[in-house]
């Protein structure tokens, strides 16, 4: 996997962003992924049933992530048998290469109109 | 996370449904998932409020269904022709079209969505279509109600197929009465009947007093055990017993729950009270339940009493027969002891009963008889038009699917099979249909008073028919037979894996070539039908504006009219006449009244009848050279005020009282037929009103022709009489306002009121009022066929130009070789034209001499205007033609735009 492959596949969608960036630190299941992003981006990016899953399918496809076996944890749990995904290493280099694109987009914006300074939270 | 396990079994159904919802390929791979997904959604804190949460969550989750459907569409769609890169796959990985097509498959939703922007993006195509199908459906609909109300429902009564309707017949003649002593001999000499009831022919008027304010009522006269027959008890209080139908019995009555609600205020001890009945005290004992009818809207029903009433002689047939078989009788049995009973009155009565009869039939077919035929010819026709509406539709369907070459191609060449494609157009159909369905439902009740204008099916009471169960399914189950009528085949010709090749070539086949045939007749078919219902339309209207310019013979504004009853017991006949004269001149000195006059009859709202009349001195006495003159009776000063000229002679005076000799006043087309070319003032002539013998009357005046009977009837001959020689109780108010006239009928009704507390005022109504009423008929007739005829137009329009349209779209290659050979614009314009007009013409042809066999049906409605009239007819071939020429216009100018390269290419 190469960084061409990885530009490839910018800009992200929303959801794969998202997604991609929860399960980065580690594998996780569907409905965890979706609290999570709903918590991160206080409730901004809601992801549905049908909006997680469909992306996950493509991102799958597209070799960003896969299925992993549930970690040890909730192993002991009778009954989940959730389904949970890690990152694969091309989806590590696509996330930091949207993330450094990101960036450097907010950084030309900013440049151009000063009212959208970071804001300081004291 | 851990999810608590109660939770995925509770409600887990319900999230399962939802599943079904959702992609296949989803659904296949991670079905589990998303069920548990949901019902952990479902119990966050923001859905966890009631009946509001439960909203939001249903809603949210519809959301995700829908964008993702969408976007799995746009997905596919949008890749290959730009924009979006394609889904990367891995390196050295063949492109899976498995995969491709599991996500095609996809679900019902999508198809709907993509079916709604499909249809959105072409509105024109849509407007015409769902307008088009919205009318075939709504008209069937509006049809099937009215079928379901009369024909399919059975009549309200127990064991209504027990119930029968008697008719006197003579000979091969089916008269729809019978006579009172006929009545009684079959009732008492069968024993067929559990009973045998009677009640009278039409609504009869009663005048009531005793109450707050006097008023008149509508009512039957009825046999005491009609209501048992029928089978219907009274809400309060009972029945009739059996002696209160003998004579000399205490006078009772039956109310009906309107007129209850309307006098009492619904109070339960009006079942008791003691009200004047044309002057008789008259005690009620019952209150008719609520939606109880019989024939006609009664107030109240008054038991049938010898001596009490005249109930006419054998010859007199007034009266319907309801009666109820006894339990184990046949309709056949019971036929033949009352055809023995028949008999046996023709050999006691020769003269008057000779081939005479009583004919049993059951009373719900007796009732619906007359409309039976009608509904179902209309039904029929109305499906015709729906055939016609979906014919329509498909033409402009498949002339669309050579318009979306492209996309089907790029579809296709994706993978999408061609039951994926079939399965896609079908939801389109369904769309449609459904949107029509729902927009003819609308319409729906809209025609169903129409259809009651034109049938009033009163005596079954229908008045206001309404939304109902069956009609709301009726209308669902029209919804999808229609999308499968009109969208199979298209959807199947169109879903075609090279659309373009099977357009152009594989389409010359001979079950194609006979599919646009049939299309093709269908279309000229339509036209026929437009050319009728123009003509109808045309001609109706004419007929119309002629009506209403029609001279009356009297000035009719500003006239009130009002009915006065007094009782017929209280005062005796010159008593009356003193009444009215009193009246009147209390009536003459109110402020806003330039004249006022009393006549026995309004002009066209009572026609009443006429006697004979001749002159003694004519040389012939044979009854055929008698006149039929219509009889009136007034007060003195009535010609003045309706401003009728006075011609010759003088009007009637009060001081005519003190002559013993009857006098009239005749109008000119009386003094015409009896004395032509000599005055008839001071002749006497016969009067005979078939009752009494002839009466010699004297002629004293003679004025102006007026139209008594109706609006498009020449004026008939009338004679009026005196009020002091033939004293009617009940009386017409005219009264002439210099101002608005209604603002007179308070102070006329204390006018009454300060004579005789008693009497009541009914029936205010303005001349102009009765007048434009009278034409109320014609004026719905004129104005909904010629709604129709638009509507026809319209559809026919369209019609044209879907066939037309696919016409061209077949024909793209033959007319670029014929530009690329020479041929110019205006060649091609024309040959698209000609063609269209071909259909108008074929359509005129067939039309036009329908519609003159049609129009000679309508001569009863057409007033002036001959069936076959020259300027009606040649407007409907110029409106045809031009109608025709702009459904040309599009599909010519589609053609002229064809590049002969492109359309060689195309092969």
């Keep these: 996997m190469t960084n061409q492959d990885a530009r490839d596949l910018l800009p992200l969608t929303p959801a794969t962003f998202h997604i991609l960036a929860t399960i980065a630190p580690g594998a996780m299941h569907g409905y965890a992924i979706k609290r999570e992003v709903e918590d991160r981006t206080d409730g901004v990016v809601r992801l549905g049933a049908g909006t997680l899953y469909a992306g996950i399918q493509r991102m799958e496809r597209e070799g960003l992530l896969r299925e992993s076996p549930p970690p040890e944890e909730s192993s002991q749990e009778a009954g989940s048998r959730w389904r949970f995904y890690e990152i694969t290493d091309l989806g590590r280099d696509v996330l930091e290469l949207e993330v450094a694109r990101l960036e450097s987009d907010l950084g030309r914006v900013r440049a151009r109109i000063p009212r959208t300074h970071a804001r300081q939270t004291s | 996370m851990t999810i608590a396990r109660g939770s995925e079994s509770k409600g887990s159904i319900r999230f399962r449904i939802l599943l079904l919802a959702y992609p296949k390929s989803l659904r296949h791979r991670w079905g589990t998932d998303i069920v548990r997904f949901l019902s952990s959604q479902r119990q966050e804190p923001r859905y966890n409020q009631g009946a509001f949460g439960a909203f939001r969550f249903y ?292 003269e008057s009963h000779e081939n005479k009869g009583l004919l049993l039939t059951r009373l719900d077919e007796a009732l619906v008889e007359a409309y039976r035929p009608n509904l179902i010819l209309l039904m029929a026709a109305t499906g015709l038009v729906l055939l016609i509406a979906c014919g329509n539709v498909a033409n402009l369907l498949l002339a669309r699917g050579s318009a979306r070459r492209l996309e089907l191609s790029a579809r296709a060449a994706l993978g999408a099979s061609r039951a994926r494609l079939t399965r896609q157009f079908m939801a389109e159909s369904l769309l449609l249909a459904i949107l029509a369905g729902g927009l003819g439902t609308v319409l729906a009740l809209w025609l169903q008073r129409l259809i009651i204008l034109f049938m009033p099916m009163d005596s079954l009471g229908i008045k206001e028919i309404g939304m109902s169960l069956p009609m709301l399914g009726f209308a669902l189950v029209a919804s999808f037979a229609t999308a499968i009528v009109f969208g199979v085949g298209p959807a199947l010709t169109v879903s075609q894996a090279n659309p373009a090749a099977a357009l152009n070539s594989g389409l010359r086949s001979s079950a194609h070539g006979r599919a646009t045939r049939i299309r093709s007749g269908l279309v000229v078919l339509q036209v026929a039908l437009t050319v009728v219902l123009i003509a109808a339309s045309g001609l109706l209207l004419r007929s119309f504006v002629r009506l209403q310019g029609v001279d009356v013979g009297f000035d009719s504004e500003n006239l009130l009219t009002a009915r006065v009853q007094i009782s017929s017991s209280e005062y005796d006949a010159t008593a009356r006449t003193l009444f009215y004269r009193d009246l009147l001149e209390r009536i003459r000195a109110i402020p806003g009244v330039e004249a006022a006059a009393a006549i026995s009859h309004i002009p066209i709202q009572h026609p009443y009848m006429d006697w004979s009349v001749w002159d003694p001195e004519a040389p012939t006495q044979d009854p055929d050279d008698w006149v039929a003159v219509y009889s009136r009776t007034a007060m003195p000063g009535y010609f003045e005020t309706m401003g009728i000229p006075l011609l010759r002679g003088r009007d009637h005076e009060d001081t005519d009282e003190a002559n013993p000799q009857p006098l009239m006043v005749i109008n000119e087309s009386a003094a015409d037929r009896l004395f032509p070319d000599q005055d008839p003032v001071g002749r006497l002539v016969n009067v005979y009103n078939h009752v009494s013998d002839p009466v010699p009357v004297q ?201 002969p390269v492109d359309a060689l290419r195309a092969e």
Excluded at chain 2, 67 to 92: C, T, Y
Excluded at chain 2, 709 to 724: C, E, G, I, K, V
Excluded at chain 2, 787 to 816: C, D, K
Aim: one cysteine or more.
């Design chain 2, 59 to 350: 809603r949210d989750v519809l959301r995700d269904i829908l964008s993702n459907a969408a976007r799995h569409k746009a997905l596919f769609l949008l890749s290959p022709i730009g924009g979006r890169k394609p889904p990367r796959k891995r390196l050295g990985e063949k492109p899976d079209r498995s995969r491709l097509r599991a996500g095609l498959s996809g679900c019902l939703i999508q198809d709907v969505v993509y079916a709604k922007r499909v249809l959105v993006r072409s509105p024109l195509f849509t407007l015409a279509s769902v307008a088009t199908l919205a009318v075939g459906i709504g008209a069937n609909v509006a049809m099937f109600s009215a079928l379901d109300a009369v024909l399919i429902r059975a009549l309200p009564y127990p064991s209504p197929e027990r119930l029968v309707y008697g008719r006197a017949t003579f000979g091969s003649r089916v008269n729809s009465t019978v006579s009172y002593p006929d009545y009684i001999d079959f009732r008492d000499r069968s024993d067929a009947f559990e009973s045998l009831a009677l009640i009278r022919s039409g609504l009869q008027w009663f005048p009531i007093t005793r109450l707050a304010e006097p008023e008149r009522v509508s009512g039957n006269w009825i046999t005491v055990d009609f209501f048992a027959a029928l089978g219907v008890n009274p809400q309060l209080g009972r029945q009739f017993t059996a002696d209160e139908g003998e004579p000399g019995a205490p006078n009772v009555m039956l109310i009906s729950h309107g007129y209850w609600q309307r006098r009492f205020g619904g109070s339960p001890d009006a079942v008791g009270r003691t009200i004047s009945v044309e002057g008789y005290p008259t005690t009620i004992v019952g209150v008719m339940p609520a939606d109880f009818r019989f024939r006609y809207d009664a107030d109240v029903w008054l038991p049938i009493r010898d001596g009490y009433m005249d109930t006419g002689g054998r010859t007199s047939h007034s009266w319907q027969i309801v009666g109820r078989l006894r339990a184990g009788v046949s309709l056949q049995q019971a036929q033949s002891q009352v055809d023995v009973i028949a008999q046996q009155l023709a050999e006691a009565y020769p």
């Design chain 2, 699 to 899: 002629v004293i005046g003679v004025v102006g022709d007026a139209r008594i009977t109706a609006l498009d009837r020449a004026p008939a001959p009338q004679m009026y009489f005196n009020h002091s020689n033939s004293a009617w109780s009940s009386m017409n108010l005219i009264v002439r306002a210099t101002g608005h006239p209604t603002s007179l009928a308070a102070p006329i009704r204390a006018a009454v009121l300060e004579l005789d507390s008693d009497v009541p005022l009914s029936d205010v109504a303005t001349m102009s009022d009765i007048l434009s009423e009278s034409l109320g008929r014609n004026r719905v007739v004129s104005i909904t066929i010629a709604l129709f005829g638009s509507v026809a137009l319209l559809l026919a329009m369209i019609g044209l130009y879907g066939v037309l349209a696919y016409y061209v779209a077949r024909r793209t290659q033959e007319i670029g070789v014929r530009v690329a050979f020479g041929a110019t614009g205006g060649d091609v314009v024309r040959s698209v034209i000609g063609r269209g007009l071909l259909f108008v013409s074929a359509g005129l042809a067939i039309g036009l001499p329908c519609s003159v066999a049609v129009t000679r049906l309508l001569r009863s409605q057409l007033y002036e205007v001959a069936p076959t009239d020259p300027l009606t007819y040649a407007s409907v071939v110029a409106c045809l033609l031009l109608v025709g020429t702009v459904a040309c216009l599009v599909p010519a100018r589609r053609a002229v735009r064809i590049d």
